[in-house]
Each structure stands twice: as structure tokens, then as C-alpha cells.
């Protein structure tokens, strides 16, 4: 989420006269992206503020007196007690005020601080063509929706980015295309809780109802109408065939059947679902307001499975939760063994202020134990998974290429249709018979052949496209034609 309001920031600065430089010495302004869901992120923030403090002293007479602000979320957050803390920072913007950037630039000029850290239930900042950090990336993130209503209680993001509120869809199909015409093969389509994405901006569709998956409750009254998440996925896929849609992250409490279908039935829609279950245990659960059991989570994983049996699911734990028991904690682990995650994001429980659990819980799992148990959910799954990969050798996988390997340079990495990371070396392979090689942005068949439990590892065997790789695949498992029609 950051990436993308780097972007919007960006495109809004650059559309007032102001230029982006690479060198931090080169700068006049440097401004922060910040996140706060965990203590430890904001501590980074304030690391490194101290380097830009050191860098704004030794600033030479002769230029423009440095500026520094915060935005983003733990501007949100701490407001203009930024301003107040140890001088270092100008300007603090939180993540609806962007469009003001330049006006609060302007009023630091004059060497005042300036902050606007006011949230709204409208911003989307829709008309905004963000501006790529990266533009030879082939992988670009599209914000659908800002905000979050759902209020779990250790979470800071609904006061950091205020309600929920979705982008319409025409504005999300208009950045898309302009970014299939700049050469991206993948797209993330982002929002705090993107099942509940919701574009009322056109018409009010009252036929268009909320279900809540089976044994899932909400804290708020669901609401009702308008274009949903899977009218906007079957949207974007269908206008763009050769684009890999992917998208993060949704909440478990609504996840429609729709979306299950589109993605077992779309080529061009990834088969990775992140479903982030945060404990295995009903009491932690419930403490946390997360709306669901234990067993009705793992009754969705089945039916998930039911209808895409090769989805990969992805999770976020969270270690040492208040009131977490021994016991409590062997039901996550418990529960990592049930879902069979392809990944998971797992942290030690870090407690915010202002946050449900802040008012009315303790923060009481000592720190050695939040890391023992975080160790001991990161080595469970990675035993599992390793089983997972090694059934993938011997599969021919569609790989959407991202560039040369870190660990060797006559390697490059790309990644699945299931978000798995793979490594095969750079040789040239065959495109329309002849030999030719292989770039960033290219969809290439790999051959599985070896694996750990963080990557998957083979052999390029030829270059390929979304709808190409679809149609081998049916023909090779020998469906019917009839059957073939749907892929189209
Ligand atoms: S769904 Fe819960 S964890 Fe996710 S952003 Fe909203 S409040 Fe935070």
C-alpha cells in the first residue's frame, strides 16, 4: 500500500512543478512513505531520520535549507507530535491529505512546519495517474479501495487510514490499461479488505447483496449495493488476456463464491489466495474481533479447495497475542498443519495505542516467548511447504519473469501462477522457431526439477504466452473441446 501512495504522492508533486531526484544529497524535499503496524516500523522511521537530520546539518550555506516530512500512516498516527519530536521533521502529511502536498511544501518555505493530517471518507484519489517509482518493472500495484471498517483489535489501520471507501471501476480499468500499454505483465489490485470493495459511483445496483461467509460475522451492518470485487476482477481480466491479475488482501468474513469461480476459471487470474487467519485458537480469536472460528476458517479453506483444488494459500500470524496460552499457541500450529499454506507473514504481537486490545487488553506474553512461538510457527511451515514444492517437480510451469537471480548471475527468478518463486538458468529458448533470449516480462515454460522451501527451481523450455500456455495445457490433459471454450 505504501508503494502505491508512494506513486500518487509523486504523480501529485510532479504535476506541481517539482522534480524527483535518486541522490538524497541531490534533494531539497525529502519526504518519508511511513507505516506504523508494528513498533519495530516505526523505529526504523525514526533511524533514519536521524540520518536525514545529519545530512540537513551539514547541508552547504549556500543552498536552499533542507526539508523533511512524514506521510503516510505514522503521520496518521502521531500527528504533529512528529513536528514536536527532537526538530527533525517539516511537514507531516497523512495518507487522504496528499492532494495538499504542495501547498504545505509552500508553507515551509517560510520556515514553518506545516501538517495535514486530516482523514476522509471520499479520497481515493481516483483522477490520480499514479507516477511508477519503477517503470521498467513489468509488476505494478493498482489501489482499489482506502481505509478498513473492521476494527481488529490490535490493528492501528483504521485509525491510520480512516473508513473504507472504494475507487470507482471505470478509473481502475483507465490506470490499467495504461499500464498494459506501458509493457506490465502483472497486476496487484490492492485494498485493506479487498472483498469489500463496493463502487456505488455510477448507479445503485440494490440486487447486488453482502453474504458473509458461513459461521463469519462483521462488526459493522453490512452494506449493500454497488459493483463488487468480483465484478471488478471479471472487469480487468477479461479487458486484459495477457496480464496475471493477483490480489491482496481479503478479509476471510466475505470471500464470495464468485471470486472462487472467476479464479479457477480466468488463466490470467493467479491461483495464490493470502486468507490471513492470525491465531488458531477461538479465545485469541475472538479477543482479536476477527469474526470467525477456528473451525469455521478451516471449513472456508475446504471449500475454497473444493473449487480450486491447486490454490495456493498464503496467512499472517501473530505470535504471543494477548492472553496467548501455550495451548492457544499450539492451535495456530495446529491449524498452519490443516490449511497448508504456501506462505506465511508471521510477526511477534507488537501493541499500538489507540487500538482495541491497547483499552482493553494486556499485553502480557513475555517477549522471549512471543519469539520461541514466532520461530515455531516459521519452522512449522517451512517443513510443510518443502513437502508442497517437491510435489511440484516434474510440472511444467507458466513463469512470468522478473530478472537476473541475486544468489547467480546466470540465473533469473520469475514467479508462478501460484505467487511461488522460481530460479532457471538464462539460456536462450525457442519463440516462434527460433532461439532467442529471455527478457524481464517474458512468460516462459519451466520444468521443475528441484526445490527449497522457499523457491521452486528448473529449466526454461520455451517462451509463451497466458492464453498460449492455457490452450497446451487443455489440449495435454486432453479436455474437450467444449470444456476448452471457457478458457477463451
Ligand atoms: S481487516 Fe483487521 S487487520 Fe486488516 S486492516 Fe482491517 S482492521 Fe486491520
Not at 228 to 248: A, G, Y
Not at 353 to 370: C, S
Not at 414 to 436: A, S, W, Y
Request: with cysteine.
Amino acid at each position: 500500500m505504501n508503494f502505491s501512495d508512494t506513486e500518487v504522492a509523486m504523480s501529485i508533486l510532479l504535476d506541481n512543478g517539482f522534480l524527483k531526484t535518486n541522490s538524497v544529497k541531490d534533494a531539497d524535499v525529502i519526504l518519508v512513505m511511513t507505516c506504523s503496524i508494528r513498533e519495530s516500523a516505526e523505529d526504523k522511521i525514526w533511524k533514519r531520520l536521524k540520518y536525514y537530520q545529519s545530512i540537513k546539518q551539514n547541508r552547504h550555506p549556500s543552498k536552499l535549507p533542507l526539508k523533511i516530512g512524514i506521510l503516510g500512516c505514522m503521520a496518521e498516527r502521531l500527528k504533529t507530535k512528529i513536528l514536536e519530536r527532537e526538530k527533525i521533521v517539516d511537514l507531516v502529511c497523512g495518507p487522504d491529505a496528499y492532494r495538499d502536498l504542495p501547498r504545505l511544501l509552500a508553507i515551509t518555505e517560510s520556515n514553518q512546519s506545516a501538517a495535514n493530517v486530516q482523514l476522509s471518507l471520499e479520497e481515493t484519489y481516483s483522477d490520480i495517474s499514479p507516477v511508477r517509482i519503477n517503470p521498467s518493472s513489468k509488476s505494478a500495484f493498482v489501489s482499489i479501495m482506502r481505509g478498513c471498517d473492521n476494527m481488529c483489535a490490535y490493528c492501528i489501520v483504521p485509525f491510520t487510514r480512516g473508513r473504507e471507501r472504494s475507487r470507482p471501476i471505470s478509473s481502475i480499468r483507465s490506470e490499467i490499461s495504461k499500464l498494459a500499454e506501458q509493457g506490465v505483465k502483472e497486476v496487484v489490485l490492492l485494498g485493506q479488505n479487498v472483498n469489500s470493495y463496493r463502487d456505488t459511483s455510477e448507479r445503485v445496483f440494490p440486487g447486488q447483496q453482502t453474504t458473509l461467509s458461513n459461521g463469519f460475522k462483521t462488526v459493522y451492518k453490512t452494506k449493500q449495493g454497488g459493483l463488487r470485487f468480483s465484478d471488478l476482477l471479471d472487469k480487468v481480466s477479461l479487458d486484459n488476456p495477457e496480464i496475471r491479475f493477483r490480489f491482496t488482501s481479503p478479509h476471510p468474513k466475505d470471500f464470495p463464491d464468485e471470486v472462487l469461480y472467476l479464479i479457477k476459471e480466468r488463466a490470467n487470474i493467479g491461483t495464490n489466495i493470502h486468507l490471513p487467519a492470525q491465531s488458531g485458537n477461538n479465545a485469541v480469536l475472538e479477543n482479536m474481533r476477527r469474526g470467525y472460528t477456528r473451525e469455521a476458517y478451516l471449513k472456508l479453506v475446504d471449500h475454497i479447495r473444493s473449487i480450486i483444488p491447486d490454490v495456493a494459500l498464503t496467512s499472517d500470524f501473530i505470535a504471543g497475542f494477548c492472553g496467548e496460552t501455550e495451548e492457544a499457541h499450539l492451535d495456530t500450529i495446529s491449524l498452519l498443519k490443516l490449511a497448508k499454506y504456501e506462505y506465511c507473514f508471521s510477526f511477534m504481537y507488537s501493541m499500538r495505542e489507540k487500538t482495541q486490545a491497547f483499552h482493553r487488553l494486556v499485553d502480557d506474553v513475555p517477549l522471549d516467548i512471543k519469539k520461541r512461538r514466532l520461530d515455531e510457527i516459521v519452522y512449522t511451515f517451512r517443513e510443510l511447504v518443502l513437502e508442497r514444492h517437491k510435489n511440484q517437480i516434474g510440472q511444467e510451469q507458466l513463469v512470468l519473469v522478473e530478472g537476473i537471480s541475486k544468489r547467480s548471475e546466470s540465473d533469473l527468478y520469475g514467479r508462478n501462477d501460484r505467487n511461488t518463486k522460481v530460479i532457471f538458468p538464462n539460456v536462450e529458448v525457442e519463440n516462434n522457431g527460433t532461439l532467442q533470449p529471455i527478457q524481464p516480462g517474458d512468460y516462459i515454460v519451466v520444468k521443475i526439477n528441484n526445490c527449497s522451501s522457499q523457491v521452486l527451481k528448473g529449466n526454461a523450455l520455451t517462451h509463451s504466452s497466458i492464453t498460449e500456455f492455457t490452450y497446451y495445457q487443455v489440449l495435454k490433459q486432453g479436455f474437450e473441446s467444449t470444456e476448452i471454450l471457457k478458457f477463451q
